[in-house]
Protein backbone atom coordinates (compact mmCIF):
# COMPACT_ATOMS: atom_id res chain seq x y z
CA UNK A 1 0.00 0.00 0.00
CA UNK A 2 0.85 3.23 -0.84
CA UNK A 3 0.14 6.83 -0.06
CA UNK A 4 0.85 10.39 -1.02
CA UNK A 5 1.88 13.69 0.10
CA UNK A 6 -1.99 14.65 0.52
CA UNK A 7 -3.19 11.67 2.04
CA UNK A 8 -0.49 11.86 4.79
CA UNK A 9 -1.11 15.96 5.37
CA UNK A 10 -1.43 16.02 9.22
CA UNK A 11 -2.04 13.56 12.06
CA UNK A 12 -5.43 13.33 11.75
CA UNK A 13 -5.33 12.30 8.03
CA UNK A 14 -2.40 10.08 9.04
CA UNK A 15 -4.86 8.66 11.26
CA UNK A 16 -7.05 8.07 8.79
CA UNK A 17 -4.38 5.88 6.59
CA UNK A 18 -3.28 3.98 9.70
CA UNK A 19 -7.00 3.04 9.85
CA UNK A 20 -7.25 1.81 6.18
CA UNK A 21 -4.18 -0.06 7.02
CA UNK A 22 -5.13 -2.14 9.67
CA UNK A 23 -8.27 -2.70 8.01
CA UNK A 24 -5.95 -4.67 5.59
CA UNK A 25 -4.37 -6.48 7.75
CA UNK A 26 -7.47 -7.77 9.84
CA UNK A 27 -8.86 -9.04 6.24
CA UNK A 28 -6.20 -11.68 6.71
CA UNK A 29 -3.67 -9.12 4.56
CA UNK A 30 0.16 -9.13 5.08
CA UNK A 31 1.03 -5.52 5.01
CA UNK A 32 3.76 -3.53 3.89
CA UNK A 33 3.09 0.69 3.81
CA UNK A 34 5.28 3.00 1.78
CA UNK A 35 4.74 6.89 2.48
CA UNK A 36 5.32 10.23 0.92
CA UNK A 37 6.03 13.32 2.65
CA UNK A 38 3.28 15.54 3.85
CA UNK A 39 1.70 17.53 1.17
CA UNK A 40 4.37 20.64 0.45
CA UNK A 41 6.99 19.33 2.74
CA UNK A 42 9.02 18.13 0.17
CA UNK A 43 8.67 21.62 -1.82
CA UNK A 44 9.30 23.83 1.50
CA UNK A 45 12.52 21.56 2.04
CA UNK A 46 13.71 22.27 -1.60
CA UNK A 47 13.45 25.52 -1.16
CA UNK A 48 15.69 25.87 1.73
CA UNK A 49 18.17 24.31 0.09
CA UNK A 50 17.72 26.83 -3.09
CA UNK A 51 18.24 29.98 -0.78
CA UNK A 52 21.12 28.18 0.78
CA UNK A 53 22.96 27.81 -2.11
CA UNK A 54 20.96 27.77 -6.07
CA UNK A 55 23.57 25.47 -7.67
CA UNK A 56 23.73 23.02 -4.13
CA UNK A 57 25.47 19.74 -3.90
CA UNK A 58 23.12 17.04 -5.23
CA UNK A 59 24.50 14.74 -1.91
CA UNK A 60 23.54 17.31 0.81
CA UNK A 61 20.01 18.28 -1.06
CA UNK A 62 19.18 14.42 -0.84
CA UNK A 63 20.04 14.37 3.32
CA UNK A 64 17.60 17.67 3.58
CA UNK A 65 14.53 16.53 0.91
CA UNK A 66 14.84 13.04 2.63
CA UNK A 67 13.59 13.85 5.86
CA UNK A 68 9.89 14.71 5.01
CA UNK A 69 9.29 10.81 4.88
CA UNK A 70 11.39 9.48 7.38
CA UNK A 71 8.57 12.26 9.63
CA UNK A 72 5.82 10.40 8.16
CA UNK A 73 6.67 6.87 8.04
CA UNK A 74 7.32 7.07 11.95
CA UNK A 75 4.38 8.84 12.47
CA UNK A 76 2.20 5.99 10.87
CA UNK A 77 4.28 3.76 12.81
CA UNK A 78 3.20 5.05 15.47
CA UNK A 79 -0.63 5.77 14.60
CA UNK A 80 -0.67 2.51 13.84
CA UNK A 81 0.19 1.26 17.07
CA UNK A 82 -2.34 3.32 19.22
CA UNK A 83 -5.17 0.73 17.02
CA UNK A 84 -3.11 -1.73 18.80
CA UNK A 85 -1.06 -2.72 15.48
CA UNK A 86 2.47 -4.35 15.52
CA UNK A 87 3.86 -1.84 13.36
CA UNK A 88 7.68 -0.38 12.97
CA UNK A 89 9.33 1.89 10.10
CA UNK A 90 12.17 0.65 8.08
CA UNK A 91 14.32 3.65 6.85
CA UNK A 92 16.06 3.53 3.26
CA UNK A 93 19.32 2.21 4.60
CA UNK A 94 17.87 -0.27 6.72
CA UNK A 95 16.12 -2.22 4.55
CA UNK A 96 18.32 -1.72 2.74
CA UNK A 97 17.24 0.03 -0.66
CA UNK A 98 20.69 0.25 -2.76
CA UNK A 99 20.48 2.63 -5.40
CA UNK A 100 23.07 3.37 -7.93
CA UNK A 101 23.58 6.67 -10.17
CA UNK A 102 23.26 10.83 -9.67
CA UNK A 103 22.12 11.80 -5.63
CA UNK A 104 18.53 13.56 -6.32
CA UNK A 105 17.90 11.38 -8.94
CA UNK A 106 19.03 7.71 -8.30
CA UNK A 107 17.92 4.52 -9.09
CA UNK A 108 16.72 1.51 -7.57
CA UNK A 109 19.43 -1.46 -7.27
CA UNK A 110 18.23 -3.77 -5.24
CA UNK A 111 16.06 -4.38 -1.85
CA UNK A 112 17.47 -7.12 0.43
CA UNK A 113 13.98 -8.13 1.65
CA UNK A 114 14.65 -11.10 3.35
CA UNK A 115 14.30 -9.58 7.23
CA UNK A 116 11.35 -7.77 6.36
CA UNK A 117 9.05 -10.06 5.05
CA UNK A 118 10.33 -12.53 7.84
CA UNK A 119 8.69 -9.62 10.08
CA UNK A 120 5.54 -9.49 7.61
CA UNK A 121 4.76 -12.88 8.16
CA UNK A 122 5.11 -12.44 11.95
CA UNK A 123 2.38 -10.00 11.57
CA UNK A 124 4.30 -6.33 11.74
CA UNK A 125 3.00 -4.00 9.20
CA UNK A 126 6.27 -2.21 7.53
CA UNK A 127 5.94 1.10 7.14
CA UNK A 128 9.01 2.41 4.66
CA UNK A 129 9.28 5.95 3.95
CA UNK A 130 9.08 6.51 -0.24
CA UNK A 131 11.96 8.41 -2.19
CA UNK A 132 14.65 7.40 -0.64
CA UNK A 133 17.62 4.77 -0.64
CA UNK A 134 21.32 4.28 0.48
CA UNK A 135 24.37 5.03 -2.05
CA UNK A 136 27.43 2.27 -2.60
CA UNK A 137 29.08 4.74 -0.62
CA UNK A 138 26.23 4.32 2.57
CA UNK A 139 24.98 7.97 2.07
CA UNK A 140 21.14 8.89 1.67
CA UNK A 141 20.29 9.16 -2.14
CA UNK A 142 16.72 10.33 -2.92
CA UNK A 143 15.22 8.47 -6.44
CA UNK A 144 13.56 12.55 -7.88
CA UNK A 145 9.87 13.97 -7.24
CA UNK A 146 7.41 11.69 -7.06
CA UNK A 147 9.85 8.83 -6.21
CA UNK A 148 7.89 7.07 -3.85
CA UNK A 149 5.48 5.82 -6.43
CA UNK A 150 8.58 4.00 -7.62
CA UNK A 151 9.73 2.79 -4.05
CA UNK A 152 6.56 1.30 -3.87
CA UNK A 153 6.50 -0.82 -6.90
CA UNK A 154 9.61 -2.08 -6.13
CA UNK A 155 9.36 -3.09 -2.62
CA UNK A 156 5.99 -5.00 -3.89
CA UNK A 157 8.18 -6.82 -6.64
CA UNK A 158 10.99 -7.32 -4.04
CA UNK A 159 7.72 -9.46 -1.78
CA UNK A 160 6.45 -10.39 -4.54
CA UNK A 161 3.24 -8.77 -3.51
CA UNK A 162 -0.28 -9.74 -4.87
CA UNK A 163 -0.53 -6.05 -5.99
CA UNK A 164 0.71 -2.91 -4.97
CA UNK A 165 -2.32 -0.38 -4.20
CA UNK A 166 -1.50 3.41 -5.47
CA UNK A 167 -3.72 5.19 -2.81
CA UNK A 168 -4.17 9.12 -3.64
CA UNK A 169 -6.22 12.24 -3.50
CA UNK A 170 -7.89 10.37 -7.12
CA UNK A 171 -10.15 7.57 -7.22
CA UNK A 172 -8.66 6.07 -10.13
CA UNK A 173 -7.09 7.24 -13.51
CA UNK A 174 -8.98 9.47 -16.10
CA UNK A 175 -9.40 10.59 -19.72
CA UNK A 176 -7.81 13.63 -18.61
CA UNK A 177 -7.72 16.31 -15.60
CA UNK A 178 -11.48 16.34 -14.52
CA UNK A 179 -10.74 19.49 -12.57
CA UNK A 180 -10.37 20.73 -16.11
CA UNK A 181 -12.72 18.98 -18.25
CA UNK A 182 -16.21 17.82 -15.87
CA UNK A 183 -16.61 15.29 -18.78
CA UNK A 184 -13.49 13.26 -17.90
CA UNK A 185 -13.87 9.65 -17.65
CA UNK A 186 -12.87 6.98 -15.08
CA UNK A 187 -10.98 4.42 -16.71
CA UNK A 188 -11.68 0.82 -15.63
CA UNK A 189 -8.10 -0.46 -16.68
CA UNK A 190 -4.93 1.31 -18.51
CA UNK A 191 -1.91 -0.97 -20.16
CA UNK A 192 1.27 -0.56 -18.76
CA UNK A 193 2.27 1.14 -22.21
CA UNK A 194 -0.45 3.45 -21.94
CA UNK A 195 -0.01 4.58 -18.34
CA UNK A 196 3.73 4.94 -19.47
CA UNK A 197 3.26 7.54 -21.79
CA UNK A 198 0.15 9.35 -19.81
CA UNK A 199 2.86 9.63 -17.19
CA UNK A 200 5.96 10.64 -19.14
CA UNK A 201 3.64 13.81 -20.75
CA UNK A 202 2.13 14.81 -17.84
CA UNK A 203 -0.83 13.12 -15.81
CA UNK A 204 0.31 13.40 -12.23
CA UNK A 205 -1.54 10.12 -11.18
CA UNK A 206 1.77 8.32 -11.27
CA UNK A 207 5.78 8.62 -11.46
CA UNK A 208 7.01 7.81 -14.58
CA UNK A 209 9.58 5.65 -13.43
CA UNK A 210 7.11 3.59 -10.95
CA UNK A 211 5.27 2.34 -13.90
CA UNK A 212 8.42 1.46 -16.31
CA UNK A 213 9.20 -1.00 -13.00
CA UNK A 214 5.76 -2.27 -12.48
CA UNK A 215 6.36 -3.42 -16.50
CA UNK A 216 9.36 -4.89 -16.30
CA UNK A 217 8.58 -6.72 -12.96
CA UNK A 218 4.87 -7.60 -13.54
CA UNK A 219 3.53 -5.84 -10.61
CA UNK A 220 -0.28 -5.40 -10.76
CA UNK A 221 -0.96 -1.43 -9.70
CA UNK A 222 -4.37 -0.21 -8.64
CA UNK A 223 -4.88 3.21 -8.19
CA UNK A 224 -7.81 4.27 -5.29
CA UNK A 225 -8.61 6.89 -3.54
CA UNK A 226 -7.58 7.48 0.12
CA UNK A 227 -10.17 10.05 0.67
CA UNK A 228 -13.41 7.99 1.99
CA UNK A 229 -15.21 8.12 4.79
CA UNK A 230 -14.82 6.30 7.72
CA UNK A 231 -18.50 4.63 7.18
CA UNK A 232 -18.00 4.23 3.48
CA UNK A 233 -16.85 0.80 2.05
CA UNK A 234 -13.51 0.18 1.54
CA UNK A 235 -11.70 1.62 -1.07
CA UNK A 236 -10.46 -1.28 -2.28
CA UNK A 237 -13.98 -2.51 -2.70
CA UNK A 238 -14.87 0.48 -4.90
CA UNK A 239 -13.31 0.25 -8.57
CA UNK A 240 -10.24 2.44 -8.92
CA UNK A 241 -8.01 1.49 -11.89
CA UNK A 242 -5.79 -1.48 -12.64
CA UNK A 243 -2.38 -1.30 -14.28
CA UNK A 244 -2.05 -4.27 -15.98
CA UNK A 245 -0.43 -5.77 -19.10
CA UNK A 246 -1.44 -5.38 -22.91
CA UNK A 247 -2.05 -8.86 -22.72
CA UNK A 248 -4.28 -9.41 -19.52
CA UNK A 249 -6.09 -6.13 -21.05
CA UNK A 250 -6.95 -7.57 -24.11
CA UNK A 251 -8.41 -10.48 -22.17
CA UNK A 252 -10.81 -7.95 -20.79
CA UNK A 253 -11.90 -5.59 -23.67
CA UNK A 254 -12.24 -7.08 -26.92
CA UNK A 255 -13.11 -3.25 -28.41
CA UNK A 256 -10.68 -0.92 -26.98
CA UNK A 257 -11.03 2.92 -28.11
CA UNK A 258 -8.56 4.62 -29.93
CA UNK A 259 -7.44 6.93 -27.33
CA UNK A 260 -7.25 6.75 -23.79
CA UNK A 261 -6.51 10.09 -22.65
CA UNK A 262 -5.18 13.73 -22.92
CA UNK A 263 -2.46 14.87 -20.56
CA UNK A 264 -0.95 17.78 -20.25
CA UNK A 265 2.65 19.26 -18.46
CA UNK A 266 3.26 22.85 -17.50
CA UNK A 267 6.62 21.69 -15.90
CA UNK A 268 8.32 22.43 -19.31
CA UNK A 269 11.21 25.06 -20.32
CA UNK A 270 11.80 25.47 -24.02
CA UNK A 271 15.64 26.59 -24.42
CA UNK A 272 16.78 27.80 -28.06
CA UNK A 273 20.51 27.74 -29.28
CA UNK A 274 20.88 30.60 -32.10
CA UNK A 275 23.59 30.15 -35.12
CA UNK A 276 25.07 26.47 -34.28
CA UNK A 277 27.46 25.35 -36.13
CA UNK A 278 25.73 23.68 -38.87
CA UNK A 279 27.90 20.40 -39.47
CA UNK A 280 28.48 16.55 -37.87
CA UNK A 281 28.94 16.90 -33.86
CA UNK A 282 27.21 20.11 -33.08
CA UNK A 283 24.46 18.64 -32.00
CA UNK A 284 26.40 15.94 -29.52
CA UNK A 285 27.96 19.25 -28.17
CA UNK A 286 25.39 20.34 -27.36
CA UNK A 287 23.25 17.28 -25.55
CA UNK A 288 26.31 15.92 -24.15
CA UNK A 289 27.02 18.37 -21.20
CA UNK A 290 23.13 17.80 -20.45
CA UNK A 291 23.58 14.13 -20.43
CA UNK A 292 26.31 14.15 -18.35
CA UNK A 293 24.10 16.04 -15.99
CA UNK A 294 21.37 13.56 -15.74
CA UNK A 295 19.16 16.71 -17.56
CA UNK A 296 16.30 15.08 -19.00
CA UNK A 297 15.81 16.36 -23.04
CA UNK A 298 12.12 16.12 -24.56
CA UNK A 299 11.61 17.62 -27.96
CA UNK A 300 14.40 18.68 -30.10
CA UNK A 301 13.70 20.91 -33.00
CA UNK A 302 17.03 21.48 -35.99
CA UNK A 303 15.63 24.52 -38.01
CA UNK A 304 16.54 24.62 -41.60
CA UNK A 305 20.34 25.69 -41.69
CA UNK A 306 21.13 29.26 -42.84
CA UNK A 307 23.00 30.12 -45.68
CA UNK A 308 26.26 30.46 -43.46
CA UNK A 309 26.19 27.37 -42.48
CA UNK A 310 24.61 27.53 -39.14
CA UNK A 311 21.09 26.54 -37.44
CA UNK A 312 18.99 27.11 -34.45
CA UNK A 313 18.20 24.19 -32.11
CA UNK A 314 15.13 24.49 -29.95
CA UNK A 315 14.61 21.62 -27.26
CA UNK A 316 12.87 21.18 -23.74
CA UNK A 317 13.79 20.70 -20.54
CA UNK A 318 12.09 20.03 -17.40
CA UNK A 319 11.44 23.60 -16.13
CA UNK A 320 12.95 23.01 -12.61
CA UNK A 321 16.10 22.31 -15.04
CA UNK A 322 16.23 25.38 -16.84
CA UNK A 323 19.07 26.97 -14.64
CA UNK A 324 21.22 24.12 -14.41
CA UNK A 325 21.05 23.59 -18.24
CA UNK A 326 21.55 27.73 -19.20
CA UNK A 327 24.23 27.37 -16.94
CA UNK A 328 26.14 24.16 -18.42
CA UNK A 329 25.38 25.28 -22.01
CA UNK A 330 26.99 28.93 -20.83
CA UNK A 331 30.51 26.82 -19.96
CA UNK A 332 30.45 25.40 -23.26
CA UNK A 333 29.56 27.59 -25.13
CA UNK A 334 32.99 27.85 -27.21
CA UNK A 335 33.09 23.92 -28.19
CA UNK A 336 29.49 24.65 -28.90
CA UNK A 337 30.36 27.74 -30.91
CA UNK A 338 25.96 29.10 -29.88
CA UNK A 339 25.37 33.07 -30.23
CA UNK A 340 22.17 33.10 -27.85
CA UNK A 341 20.57 31.14 -25.45
CA UNK A 342 16.55 32.05 -25.43
CA UNK A 343 14.57 30.21 -22.80
CA UNK A 344 10.81 30.37 -22.61
CA UNK A 345 8.64 29.09 -19.35
CA UNK A 346 5.71 30.16 -20.98
CA UNK A 347 5.33 26.63 -22.70
CA UNK A 348 3.05 23.70 -21.83
CA UNK A 349 2.95 19.58 -23.30
CA UNK A 350 -0.43 18.19 -24.50
CA UNK A 351 0.02 14.96 -25.57
CA UNK A 352 -2.64 12.15 -26.84
CA UNK A 353 -2.41 8.72 -25.96
CA UNK A 354 -3.62 5.75 -26.62
CA UNK A 355 -2.62 1.95 -27.92
CA UNK A 356 -5.22 2.35 -30.80
CA UNK A 357 -2.98 4.80 -32.57
CA UNK A 358 -1.00 1.60 -33.64
CA UNK A 359 -3.55 0.56 -36.01
CA UNK A 360 -5.74 3.94 -36.79
CA UNK A 361 -4.10 6.48 -39.07
CA UNK A 362 -5.00 10.12 -38.64
CA UNK A 363 -5.33 10.48 -34.94
CA UNK A 364 -2.08 13.65 -35.41
CA UNK A 365 -3.91 15.56 -38.31
CA UNK A 366 -7.00 15.08 -35.81
CA UNK A 367 -5.22 16.76 -32.95
CA UNK A 368 -3.31 19.70 -35.42
CA UNK A 369 -6.89 20.28 -36.58
CA UNK A 370 -8.60 20.80 -33.64
CA UNK A 371 -6.33 22.87 -31.90
CA UNK A 372 -6.16 24.72 -35.66
CA UNK A 373 -9.53 25.41 -35.32
CA UNK A 374 -9.37 27.28 -32.01
CA UNK A 375 -6.10 29.12 -32.89
CA UNK A 376 -3.75 27.23 -30.70
CA UNK A 377 -0.22 27.30 -32.55
CA UNK A 378 2.11 24.96 -32.61
CA UNK A 379 5.59 25.38 -31.49
CA UNK A 380 7.04 21.79 -31.39
CA UNK A 381 6.01 18.34 -32.20
CA UNK A 382 7.14 14.78 -30.68
CA UNK A 383 5.77 11.18 -31.54
CA UNK A 384 6.05 7.66 -30.07
CA UNK A 385 4.19 4.59 -31.14
CA UNK A 386 1.02 5.38 -28.88
CA UNK A 387 1.30 9.02 -28.32
CA UNK A 388 1.80 12.21 -30.11
CA UNK A 389 2.48 15.26 -28.50
CA UNK A 390 2.75 19.08 -28.98
CA UNK A 391 4.35 22.28 -27.38
CA UNK A 392 1.69 25.15 -26.93
CA UNK A 393 1.77 28.64 -25.19
CA UNK A 394 1.16 28.36 -21.57
CA UNK A 395 -2.41 30.20 -21.45
CA UNK A 396 -3.83 27.73 -24.09
CA UNK A 397 -3.67 24.55 -21.60
CA UNK A 398 -7.01 24.19 -20.73
CA UNK A 399 -8.59 25.40 -23.57
CA UNK A 400 -6.28 22.54 -25.80
CA UNK A 401 -7.44 19.53 -23.42
CA UNK A 402 -10.69 20.37 -23.63
CA UNK A 403 -11.12 20.60 -27.77
CA UNK A 404 -8.47 17.40 -27.60
CA UNK A 405 -10.98 15.80 -25.11
CA UNK A 406 -14.13 16.28 -27.41
CA UNK A 407 -12.25 15.61 -30.92
CA UNK A 408 -11.50 12.15 -29.79
CA UNK A 409 -14.83 12.06 -27.75
CA UNK A 410 -13.35 11.21 -24.74
CA UNK A 411 -16.37 13.00 -23.26
CA UNK A 412 -18.50 11.17 -20.44
CA UNK A 413 -22.31 11.04 -21.85
CA UNK A 414 -24.73 12.63 -20.18
CA UNK A 415 -26.87 10.64 -17.43
Not at 137 to 165: H, I, M, N, Q, Y
Amino acid sequence: MKFGGTSMAGTERIRRVARIVKRQQDAGHEVAVVVSAMAGETDRLVNFCREANPLYDPAEYDVVVASGEQVTSGLLAIALQALGANARSWLGWQLPIRTVEAHAKARIDSIDADALIAEMQKGVIAVIPGFQGVSEAGRVTTLGRGGSDTSAVAVAAAVKADRCDIYTDVDGVYTTDPRIVAKARKLANVTYEEMLELASVGAKVLQTRSVGLAMKEGVRVQVLSSFIDDDAPAADTIPGTMIVSDEELEGMDMERQLITGIAHDKNEAKITLTRVPDKPGAVANIFGPLAEAAINVDMIIQNVGRDKGETDVTFTVPAADLARSMDLLEQAKESIGFNRIIPDTNVAKISVVGVGMKSHAGVASTMFKALADRGVNIQAISTSEIKVSVLIEEDYTELAVRVLHTAYGLDAVEA
